[in-house]
């Protein structure tokens, strides 16, 4: 595997690279369990500044209220259909003017999730075809949840000879919807092991592991970062479980958490706050 770093270049100096945290956050603030209203959210979004405005990459949204979003938000589209729901909203967002930052789209057919990723793979080919999708754009496949059996590695291996990326969904609404961090230590594995970059959903508002109010044990996004880093670096799953089970961000913050943004390229998150908050105890911003 070949590994880039994203740059941030000044006039008259050396490029130099990003801090990890930069572009890590998508605002997902409409999303439960934060579901704050559309309006209000975009405001939010746009009113952001200094280092709150750096840390998010781009707003998401279902593909059913893009016409409330103004022209230039960039966006990150959850489709809420199948395949045959790629093209409409990306012809809705080429009209509008809406940058595209990803499409998200889940694959629904448990029992061949190979061959529904063929689908969306021709479907997005079709938009891409119809020069409504830049070919840049990342596409974000939601794998069924679950241990990386032998039909979700095949559907893995459909999403990366089409060079798309996966979508890991680290938590929800209830305990069981929480990865253990040895499945999810499977998952980042069998991404790297394809050479597949991939994006966080659900869960990961603080930097380290917590349980919450509901007895959610919740991963951390620095955890989540620091064991694609060492897993990259050809850390055992046991190394890698044990990443994901810090608690403490001293050793963590020494990696290489920029250069694992290659791989782990951003989170969803309905609360932009509690990363900030967590980021701006532990490093300077």
């Known amino acids: 595997m070949t590994e880039e770093t994203t740059v941030s270049t000044e006039p008259f100096t050396e490029p130099v690279p990003d801090p990890f945290w930069v572009g890590l956050v998508d605002d997902a603030a409409t999303f439960p369990p934060g579901d ?29 209220d893009l016409p409330q979003v103004p022209p230039g938000t960039p966006v990150s589209v959850v489709l809420t259909g199948g395949a045959g729901q790629v093209l409409g909203p990306a012809q809705l967002c080429a009209r509008r003017g809406l940058p595209v930052a990803g499409l998200e789209i889940a694959l629904r057919d448990v029992d061949d999730p190979a061959g529904n990723a063929r689908r969306v793979v021709a479907a997005v080919d ?23 059996t032998y039909s979700w590695l095949a559907a893995a291996d459909e999403v990366a000879a089409a060079e798309l990326r996966l979508k890991l969904r680290t938590g929800g609404l209830d ?27 659900a869960g990961l508002h603080r930097a380290l592991p917590h349980v919450d109010a509901d007895g959610c044990t919740h991963h951390g996004f620095l955890t989540v970062l620091a064991a694609t880093r060492v897993a990259f670096d050809g850390g ?3 190394d890698v479980v044990a990443t994901l089970r810090r608690d403490d961000a001293t050793d963590l913050l020494a990696l290489d958490l920029a250069g694992a943004r290659r791989w782990f390229t951003s989170f969803g998150s309905c ?7 967590d980021l701006r105890e532990m490093v300077s911003l």
């Open 126 to 148: 079709a938009a891409r075809g119809e020069g409504v999708l830049d070919e840049d754009t990342s596409v974000f496949v939601e794998l069924p949840a679950g241990d990386p």
């Open 271 to 277: 609360s932009i706050d509690e990363p900030l908050a």
């Open 36 to 64: 704050a209203p559309l309006a209000a959210a975009l405001t939010t979004y746009a009113d952001r500044a200094g280092a709150a405005a750096r840390l998010v990459r781009s707003f998401v949204v279902h593909d059913t």
């Open 175 to 201: 305990p069981d919807a929480f990865p253990t961090p040895e499945r999810l230590a499977a998952w980042i594995d069998a991404a790297l092991d394809r050479e597949l970059a991939f994006k966080c959903t």
């Open 236 to 238: 055992s799953p046991d």
